[in-house]
């Protein structure tokens, strides 16, 4: 799996405050990045900067391989079954073993269930279905333990693992403790403006 992610010298701006400056860091095959701070210190942003969705203030970013991001919008159809909804997704993205997530984080008794009557932890665990049917090499995570009690925790950091260990990027946005393998730390105050 080839993968690469850098950010040179980025800033990020919303309205008038400038929330960080002159953050620079490389990852390549099999990192695994924790970004820390506390809330609107703009680790939703940089997660948004880094995959496309928004413009740095400044700085540059150079990305090898397809990003799949998991964040708070759950970008599945609210009227449709759990497993329709994904279904289209499946098709789009070239998905080749759809049970595989549907296993691993314990779905199969939720296919029929419309998406808008989900829980907050299966709504997550959806949403990490649907990156882990895309396939991509560098994955961007905004908050992925929200919701999801201990057993779904501890499932998602072991793929996590797994993804590095095949050569994936994960870059987690958190606040809370999350285990990842052999991390680098981003502490998002020592880049604030």
């Not at 990003?67 to 159809?77: N, Q, T």
């Not at 449709?80 to 984080?105: I, N, S, V, Y």
């Not at 939720?110 to 932890?121: E, Q």
């Not at 998602?156 to 946005?173: K, M, P, Y």
Request: charged share 25%.
């Amino acid at each position: 799996m080839q993968a690469r992610l850098a950010a040179k010298d980025l800033a990020c701006r919303r309205g008038d405050r400038l929330l960080f400056r002159a953050l620079s860091f490389e990852c390549d095959s099999g990192a695994a990045v924790h970004v820390t701070g506390a809330n609107g210190i703009g680790k939703s942003s940089l997660i948004r900067i880094l995959a496309g969705l928004l413009r740095p203030f400044a700085g540059d970013i150079e990305t090898v391989g397809d990003i799949g991001l998991v964040d708070e919008r759950l970008a599945l159809d609210q009227a449709l079954p759990l497993g329709k909804a994904l279904a289209f997704w499946e098709t789009l993205d070239g998905c080749r073993d759809a049970g595989r997530a549907m296993e691993l984080l314990d779905l199969a008794d939720l296919l029929d269930v419309p998406v808008r009557f989900l829980s907050t932890g299966q709504r997550k665990r959806a949403a990490l279905a649907r990156l882990l049917n895309r396939n991509c090499p560098v994955w961007l995570l905004d908050e992925p333990l929200n919701g999801l009690d201990t057993q779904a925790q501890k499932a998602f950091e072991a793929l996590i693992a797994q993804h590095c260990e095949g050569g994936g990027i994960a870059i987690v946005a958190s606040h809370q403790p999350i285990v990842l393998p052999s991390p680098r730390t981003i502490a998002l105050a020592e880049f604030a403006a």
